[in-house]
């Protein structure tokens, strides 16, 4: 079976050429200089760069710099690691575009299992919340601690052979993404049982300021202060 990321993906601008100066407005030497030098480290433009270039080469410059900081340079989390995290992150923020991180993750190691694996992270994560609604108002009726107990069942079906650590790690991230503040509690603490680290944790969360915004992002990281608060975790800084 032919893998799809095999294949580059096509992210010129709909309609538009990066070659056709006719259907954009004409980059100047620097403002062309600055939008190669993005397609020469990633491969591709995205029209979000041509937008920069065209209205501030320096803005491109330092976002470039930035987003390789923050996605591409290596840091705590090995690649593998990372392009868990980020399926789990994309799948459950639904970002379309996540098809980038698709090809990253298949360069990475991960199979299409695996990639599977962590999509499924992010379906079952969404689950909590249903959990939580019925553990809330009709725990006379379904019990609190067992819906706890059946949901950690369905999260352990649906990583897969995913390293418990690591499943937990992405799912984390994918409440983050969700803002499903006990969800993301329950998950830090099950990946600190499993060895996860405080630098894997906030590496893991920071991805959220991509696809999910800053205000997502402290979101997140209020409930691992709050949960560090509680004795539930290590503290974040």
């Avoid at 050429?17 to 062309?32: I, K, T």
């Amino acid at each position: 079976m032919t893998d799809p990321g095999n294949s580059p993906p096509d992210l010129t601008p709909r309609g538009q050429s990066d070659d056709d100066p006719a259907a954009m407005v004409p980059l100047n030497d620097a403002e062309h200089a600055v939008l190669e030098a993005v397609r020469a480290k990633r491969g591709y433009t995205l029209p979000y760069h041509r937008m920069f270039a065209a209205g501030s080469a320096d803005l491109l410059e330092r976002y470039d710099a930035f987003y390789e900081a923050l996605t591409l340079a290596p840091r705590v989390l090995t690649p593998l690691e990372r392009e868990t995290v980020w399926a789990s992150i994309l799948a459950a923020a639904r970002e379309v575009h996540g098809f980038i991180h698709m090809e990253r993750a298949r360069r990475a190691g991960l199979d299409e299992a695996a990639r599977s694996w962590a999509v499924a992270i992010a379906a079952v994560c969404e689950a909590h919340t249903v959990i939580a609604f019925a553990g809330g108002h009709w725990a006379d009726w379904t019990g609190g601690p067992s819906l706890r107990e059946r949901y950690l069942a369905m999260f352990e079906a649906a990583r897969g052979r995913t390293p418990v650590a690591l499943a937990h790690l992405a799912a984390v991230a994918a409440m983050g993404a969700r803002r499903d503040a006990a969800g993301l509690r329950l998950h830090l603490e099950r990946a600190f049982e499993a060895g996860i680290t405080r630098e894997q944790v906030a590496e893991a969360l920071s991805y959220l300021m991509i696809p999910c915004g800053g205000n997502v992002l402290i979101d997140a990281v209020d409930a691992w202060v709050d949960a560090a608060a509680e004795g539930q975790v290590p503290a974040p800084y």
